[in-house]
C-alpha cells in the first residue's frame, strides 16, 4: 500500500494534537508533532541569541531562521518514514507557508514522493473562536501570552489565510464540539482513501 503522509494544519489550541493522535491509533501512522521535535532545540537557538525561549510571535528571527529549522527537521523525519513505506500525520500549524501554491510540488520533487506514490492530504481543523480561546486558557503556555495579548490581531490573521497549496487534496474539519466526533471524521478521511 502507498504511503499517506496528513497535513494535519490550523491554530493553536484548535485540537490538532487530539485528532493527530486519534488518527496515529486508528490507522497506524506515525504520529509527528512540531513542537515535541524541536521545542528544546528552539528554547535553546533563542536564548542563544537574547530571546526569552517562548518568543515565537512577531519574533522576527523565530520566524526567518528558527521556524523555517523546525519544518525541515519534522519534513525529514516524515520523509525518512515514507521511504520505509509508513504513512505519517504532521501536527503543525504550517499558517506561514499557506500562501505558497508550490509549496506541496516542491516538497514532491525534494523528497521524490513522485515516485513513491505518496497520498498527500491537507486535513485542516477549524474551531469557533470562543472556543479556541477557552482551549488556549485551558492549556496555559507561556508562548500563547501573545496571542491573549493581540487577540483580534491573532484573530484576523487565522481568518486571513488561506492554504493555497495545489497538488494536494484537502479536508476540512470541525472541531469545535467538546468531543471530537470521530465517525465522521473516519468518514471523512476514508473518503480521501486513508485506510486501516
Known sequence: ????????????????????????????????????????????????????????????????????????????????????????????????????????????DKYGWQQTRVNLVVLQITVDDKVLRTRMQERNLERDQWKFDHWDAFIEGLRSKHCLWEGISKIQFDNSSATIHTEHLKEVLDIHSIHE
Open 1 to 108: 500500500m502507498q504511503p499517506t503522509v496528513i497535513f494535519l494544519i490550523g491554530s493553536a489550541g484548535s485540537g490538532k494534537s487530539t485528532i493527530g493522535q486519534w488518527i496515529a491509533q486508528q490507522y497506524n501512522y506515525c504520529y509527528l508533532d512540531k513542537d515535541t521535535i524541536c521545542n528544546t532545540f528552539t528554547g535553546e537557538l533563542l536564548e542563544l541569541k537574547g530571546y526569552s525561549r517562548n518568543d515565537r510571535d512577531g519574533c522576527a528571527y523565530y520566524s526567518e531562521v528558527v521556524m523555517p529549522l523546525e519544518y525541515q527537521a519534522l519534513l525529514n523525519i516524515a520523509n525518512d518514514n515514507v521511504q520505509l513505506g509508513r504513512s505519517v500525520v504532521l501536527d503543525a500549524p504550517f499558517l506561514s507557508y499557506f500562501p505558497d501554491p508550490h509549496y506541496i510540488t516542491n516538497l514532491i
